[in-house]
């Protein structure tokens, strides 16, 4: 089933025209799918379930950490992996209990580490020998225990975009694996801190699952190599990175992925962890933008629209291709012409589609930008000063604004002259 469809000549978001929430939220607005959300999880959990993995699901909700998403998430059984202190309140605030947390990141402070501890959250994942060290002290001082697992870099190669490959030896994420049996031996040592598991996440986007196998099968072995030195290993933190299909991608099912993980770790008899972001929420989105001017140039056709960079920086920032349809069904017959959408940011960068292949566009026609769910609205901000964009969820034939638009007069409200200059 596909939650944004044309039905009587106009798409709608599950049982919901956009015409009707364009008029009530304004535009650019996100619009997100409950019904789409839930499938998604449901498909993911379930093939865990279907092979017979002890498995649980923590979304990875730097993805999209609208609390009325999360919720949603949550309200289907699944946890949350967070990156910031912010996003363990916010993970608090949605009902995710504290023992269904895990805490990942490679700069977690000594507040945050507090913050998490406090709320007896399930798992810290260590990225260095330092925060290791501080977690330790932190967790000494609370008279508190906690489990961690330390996050290893398998060095594998995740063959996606530069700026989200975090399995290379080169980038910042995680403690060689080759050094892991020395620093399982430190953490085993200090004082506060369990090491009950093994973290790895070697990107995001991946539309293969060679990479995963590597890394799966790196840290199986390791997992072994840890045993026979007399750590507990009970756990295994898979990560997330499940590539979705932008429209030009053919990402594995996530049946394949789950495979790839059974046949790698699935004899250890651990207990999984996945935390998949994009996976659940990037299809369960759209952003709708309007045509503010449809300008016939040279050359080209450019549609500028309500919507810019700030509100999806995913074009600009990672080359990412979003498929751009009109809201008013085309006709069938009609012809298609190449656009160009832009939005009105002075940045070349500002560019949300070339050549794009849509039917005549005037002023005021309605858009949607698919797939917009993950890396959406959670990056938006008010460069040019521009209202941040607001968030809808939609429930079958019922839809709620989750984030209100934040008008320039709310922002400009936290700013002051200093005081020599009134
Ligand atoms: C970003 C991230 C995820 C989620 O990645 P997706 O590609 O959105 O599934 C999971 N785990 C960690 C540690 C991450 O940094």
Not at 47 to 68: E, F, G, P, Q
Not at 122 to 151: C, K, W, Y
Not at 189 to 196: C, D, G, H
Not at 387 to 412: I, K
Request: with cysteine; net charge negative.
């Amino acid at each position: 089933m596909t939650h944004f469809e044309y039905r009587n000549g106009e798409m709608h978001a599950e049982g919901v025209a956009l015409s009707r929430i364009a008029e009530v939220a304004e535009t650019p607005v996100y619009v997100y799918s409950a019904g789409a959300l839930a499938e998604a999880y449901t498909r993911f959990s379930s093939a865990l379930s279907t092979a017979d993995l002890n498995a649980r699901v923590c979304y990875a909700m730097k993805a999209n950490s609208n609390i009325a998403v999360i919720r949603t998430l949550a309200d289907l059984g699944a946890g949350a992996d967070v990156v910031s202190g912010g996003e363990l309140e916010r993970a608090l605030a949605a009902g995710v209990s504290g023992p269904d947390i895990v805490f990942s990141g490679v700069g977690k402070t000594p507040g945050e580490m507090r913050q998490a501890i406090a709320a007896e959250i399930g798992q810290f994942n260590v990225e260095s020998i330092p925060e290791l060290e501080m977690l330790s002290h932190v967790a000494t001082s609370m008279g508190a225990t906690v489990d961690i697992a330390i996050r290893v870099n398998p060095d594998v190669d995740a063959n996606t975009h530069h700026k989200i490959s975090t399995g290379r030896q080169e980038d910042k994420f995680g403690i060689d694996i080759a050094r892991a049996g020395d620093i399982y031996a430190r953490a085993a040592e200090l004082p506060s801190i369990a090491p009950v598991s093994i973290a790895v996440h070697i990107g995001s986007q991946l539309t293969d699952v060679a990479p995963f196998r590597a890394a799966f099968a790196r840290v199986a072995e390791l997992t072994r190599e840890l045993r026979a030195a007399g750590h507990n290993i009970g756990k295994l933190d898979l990560g997330g990175g499940l590539g979705i299909d932008y429209g030009r991608q053919t990402p594995p099912p996530v049946e394949d992925y789950v495979a790839v993980v059974a046949e790698t770790v699935g004899d250890l008899e651990c207990e999984l962890m996945f935390e998949p972001g994009r996976y659940l929420a990037g299809p369960a989105g759209i952003l709708m933008t309007q045509v503010i001017y449809a300008k016939e140039a040279e050359a080209r056709r450019f549609a500028i629209v309500d919507a810019a960079m700030n509100d999806l920086i995913r074009p600009a920032l990672y080359d990412a291709v979003h498929r751009i349809e009109t809201v008013r069904e085309p006709a069938t017959d009609g012809a298609l012409q190449d656009w160009d959408v832009v939005g009105p940011v002075c940045e070349t960068g500002d560019t949300f589609a070339k050549g794009c292949q849509l039917p005549a566009l005037s002023e005021g026609a309605l858009l949607v930008m698919r797939d917009a769910g993950a890396y959406g609205a959670v990056m938006s901000s008010v460069y040019n000063s521009r209202a941040l964009v607001a968030e809808v969820l939609v429930h079958d034939d019922s839809f709620a604004v989750v984030r209100a638009r934040q008008e320039p007069a709310t922002f400009m409200g936290y700013e002051t002259l200093a005081d020599w200059q009134n």
